[in-house]
């Protein structure tokens, strides 16, 4: 059964590049301070902190959270680029592989474009990273068909998708009546390696990381009304600023849940 917890949305500035073996450390003191703020779901952003699965597993144990980490998988040709959700047991509850790649991924080979969803002592949690849920407007609908109760969003979204990225979750979570916790890095220039050395600097990108929850409805005329009332980005309750930040929201998945099921009876192609 769905329940209420305390989400954050994890905004690190990274240590010069992605790959640097310091963000470990660093997202280790991450998870502390969000722990600090009540939370006991983390998500991070795509590929944060790159590599160290097992210290964050352990420090996941040690402080009794679910946390979303973005790590870079070795394949048998580059990397995948994956979200690992990991238990307050300091176990793995599972993996997506980004699917939909973009831009700059020159290191990187798409996962199978399959939509993953993951139970949890709190509900089931899917995982879509950036543009997979940016770019592809029906994964999200996927995600709640198989039964998610909460979408996690890694991501480093730049460009236009930066420049859109609070509307279009906006609208992914109005639409299919779903929590979103979206987590990206602080404002910084990123740096593409290749062989150890510079390959490319791509503009600023970061920022923003965000909680979004539906507008409380119990029929379709209640989201309409909403709708009249707000701007579509008015379903972000928790925003962070420019800078490295966790922000947290609580989010009532219970209640969520239920809201959603009376417009899916009202209307079964909702969403």
């Given at each position: 059964?769905?329940?209420?917890i ?8 990274p240590k ?8 470990v ?8 301070k ?22 964050l ?8 959270v ?56 709190f ?5 879509l ?21 909460l ?77 009249s ?43």
């Open positions: 059964m769905p329940r209420k305390v989400a954050a949305a994890i905004q690190p500035m010069q590049t992605l790959r640097n073996p310091e963000n450390a660093h997202a280790l003191e991450l998870m502390e969000a722990a600090s703020l009540g939370a006991e779901f983390l998500c991070f952003p795509e590929l944060y902190p790159w590599s160290g699965l097992e210290e597993l352990e420090k996941a144990k040690e402080l009794g679910y946390a979303i980490v973005g790590i870079a998988e070795s394949s048998t040709k580059r990397f995948y680029n994956t979200a690992v959700l990991i238990g307050p047991d300091g176990r793995e509850v599972g993996r997506q592989r980004k699917f939909h790649l973009l831009g700059s991924w020159i290191d990187f080979e798409p996962g199978e474009a399959v939509v993953e969803v993951f139970e949890t002592d509900g089931r949690v899917s995982m990273i950036c543009s997979d849920l940016l770019s592809l407007p029906q994964t999200a609908t996927i995600a709640i068909s198989k039964g998610a109760d979408i996690a969003h890694p991501a480093i979204p730049g460009g236009a998708i930066d420049r859109n990225w609070h509307p279009t979750l906006a609208h992914r979570c109005v639409v299919n009546y779903v929590p979103i916790v979206a987590s990206t890095t602080a404002r910084w220039n990123p740096i593409v390696e290749r062989d150890g050395k510079v390959f490319m600097k791509l503009p600023p990108t970061g920022g923003g990381s965000c909680i979004l929850i539906p507008p409380p409805a119990s029929s379709i005329s209640d989201v309409k009304n909403w709708l009332k707000h701007r579509l980005e008015e379903c972000i309750v928790a925003k962070a600023g420019e800078g490295e930040e966790v922000v947290v929201a609580e989010v009532d998945l219970e209640a969520i849940s239920e809201a959603r099921e009376k417009l899916m009876e009202e209307a079964p192609g909702w969403g």
